[in-house]
């Protein structure tokens, strides 16, 4: 294996470590190399806390090796002060001159400025290795960044026969335990959780986490006629929650109702708002309408669907999918996983 590919991947793989706690920065890995050999290693484990470069500094022993070695770094240091100083100035000030760089970082507050400041200080920079899979490691950023919404995830349950619910939207249990405890790791892994009225008022759902270890997503729901009443979980305070409504409704301890226009496209204010929030991807738990809406306006990056061998034979029918190749399809207990991903968006 290409060395350069082979630090690099193992920075991506650090990366990986901070799903979840990062967010809503990118996920970041970083490498330290001296003469083949790696002799620090730091992600970015906690927003607000220190970047990936600080920790992977920081954990060299011997620093007054940092001059004669590589920094190997998944997403371009950062020139800008935010929760913390500039990433490339950290570098510098430790002697670094070597660095080799994944991905360039889209924010407007660094692109490309990062890596100017270190080429301009005589830093080697190298750009680009491993670029593909750092685009994929960090898709929901990356997609925050450039198509100015959240990185969508779409998730349903059907039957066999096609049906998401018994008939007059009366829920039911369609999915098996293995299922529902992978969809509470999916939860510990966005920043937030979307469903319709209709989920909300038939289901009454928690939109927590239960069956896996990991931060709760942010709550959004859909309620455009505030028809969800204050004795249902997800007005009870519990955790953050946003209702997008076309109402005025003042807010309560930890729920904020925004008021949408109804001259405007509902769904792209809400996408939009939720942008200005820094909300950088929502796992979509809605049901056929508000899926469907999003699949024929093409607001979607990932469709997660589990296919149950029971039947239900009449019910809410399940989203229709237009032809779509899947990326992979496996099975989770008892029911059949495919999921999807969106090439066109």
Same mark, same amino acid.
């Given at each position: 294996?290409?060395?350069?590919?082979?630090?690099? #991947?193992?920075?991506?793989?650090? *990366? *990986?470590?901070?799903?979840?706690?990062?967010?809503?920065?990118? @996920?970041?890995?970083?490498?330290?190399?001296?003469?083949?050999?790696? @002799?620090?290693? =730091?992600?970015?484990?906690?927003?607000?806390?220190?970047? *990936?470069?600080?920790?992977? @500094?920081?954990?060299?022993?011997?620093?007054?090796?940092?001059?004669?070695?590589?920094?190997?770094?998944?997403?371009?240091?950062?020139?800008?002060?935010?929760?913390?100083?500039?990433?490339?100035?950290?570098?510098?000030?430790? =002697?670094?001159?070597?660095?080799?760089?994944?991905?360039?970082?889209?924010?407007?507050?660094?692109?490309?400025?990062?890596?100017?400041?270190?080429?301009?200080?005589?830093?080697?920079?190298?750009?680009?290795?491993?670029?593909?899979?750092?685009?994929?490691?960090?898709?929901?950023?990356?997609?925050?960044?450039?198509?100015?919404?959240?990185?969508?995830?779409?998730?349903?349950?059907?039957?066999?026969?096609?049906?998401?619910?018994?008939?007059?939207?009366?829920?039911?249990?369609?999915? =098996?335990?293995?299922?529902?405890?992978?969809?509470?790791?999916?939860?510990?892994?966005?920043?937030?959780?979307?469903?319709?009225? #209709?989920?909300?008022?038939?289901?009454?759902?928690?939109?927590?986490?239960?069956?896996?270890?990991?931060?709760?997503?942010?709550?959004?729901?859909?309620?455009?006629?505030?028809?969800?009443?204050?004795?249902?979980? %997800?007005?009870?305070?519990?955790?953050?929650?946003?209702?997008?409504?076309?109402?005025?409704?003042?807010?309560?301890?930890?729920?904020?109702?925004?008021?949408?226009?109804?001259?405007?496209?509902?769904?792209?204010?809400?996408?939009?708002?939720?942008?200005?929030?820094?909300?950088?991807?929502?796992?979509?738990?809605?049901?056929?309408?508000? %899926?469907?809406?999003?699949?024929?306006?093409?607001?979607?990056?990932?469709?997660?669907?589990?296919?149950?061998?029971?039947?239900?034979?009449? =019910?809410?029918?399940?989203?229709?999918?237009?032809?779509?190749?899947?990326?992979?399809?496996?099975?989770?207990?008892?029911?059949?996983?495919?999921?999807?991903?969106?090439?066109?968006?």
């Amino acid at each position: 294996m290409n060395t350069e590919h082979k630090h690099m #991947r193992r920075a991506l793989d650090l *990366a *990986a470590l901070g799903t979840g706690g990062a967010r809503p920065n990118p @996920i970041v890995g970083c490498v330290v190399v001296h003469e083949g050999k790696i @002799i620090g290693e =730091g992600w970015h484990q906690q927003y607000g806390g220190p970047h *990936a470069e600080v920790n992977a @500094i920081n954990s060299v022993q011997n620093k007054s090796l940092l001059p004669e070695s590589q920094v190997y770094v998944t997403l371009e240091p950062c020139s800008h002060y935010g929760k913390t100083p500039p990433c490339a100035d950290f570098l510098l000030q430790h =002697g670094v001159r070597d660095v080799v760089i994944c991905n360039t970082d889209p924010n407007p507050l660094v692109a490309g400025k990062g890596i100017q400041k270190l080429i301009d200080a005589g830093c080697k920079v190298h750009i680009g290795v491993l670029e593909q899979e750092g685009l994929e490691r960090n898709r929901r950023f990356f997609t925050f960044q450039t198509k100015k919404r959240p990185y969508l995830v779409l998730k349903w349950a059907q039957s066999a026969d096609g049906f998401i619910a018994l008939p007059n939207c009366q829920p039911c249990q369609i999915s =098996g335990p293995l299922a529902k405890q992978l969809v509470h790791k999916w939860r510990t892994e966005e920043q937030a959780i979307l469903v319709g009225t #209709r989920t909300a008022l038939f289901d009454n759902p928690q939109l927590n986490v239960r069956h896996w270890p990991g931060p709760a997503p942010l709550r959004i729901a859909i309620d455009k006629q505030l028809q969800v009443p204050a004795s249902h979980h %997800l007005l009870d305070d519990s955790h953050p929650t946003l209702v997008y409504t076309l109402q005025e409704k003042a807010p309560t301890a930890q729920t904020e109702f925004i008021s949408l226009s109804p001259d405007a496209d509902f769904l792209e204010q809400l996408l939009t708002d939720l942008y200005k929030r820094n909300v950088q991807s929502v796992l979509v738990e809605g049901g056929t309408v508000l %899926l469907e809406a999003l699949l024929q306006t093409n607001h979607w990056d990932e469709i997660r669907i589990f296919k149950s061998p029971t039947l239900l034979q009449d =019910g809410v029918r399940a989203p229709r999918l237009p032809y779509l190749p899947f990326v992979s399809r496996s099975t989770v207990g008892a029911d059949e996983l495919t999921i999807y991903r969106n090439r066109q968006s």
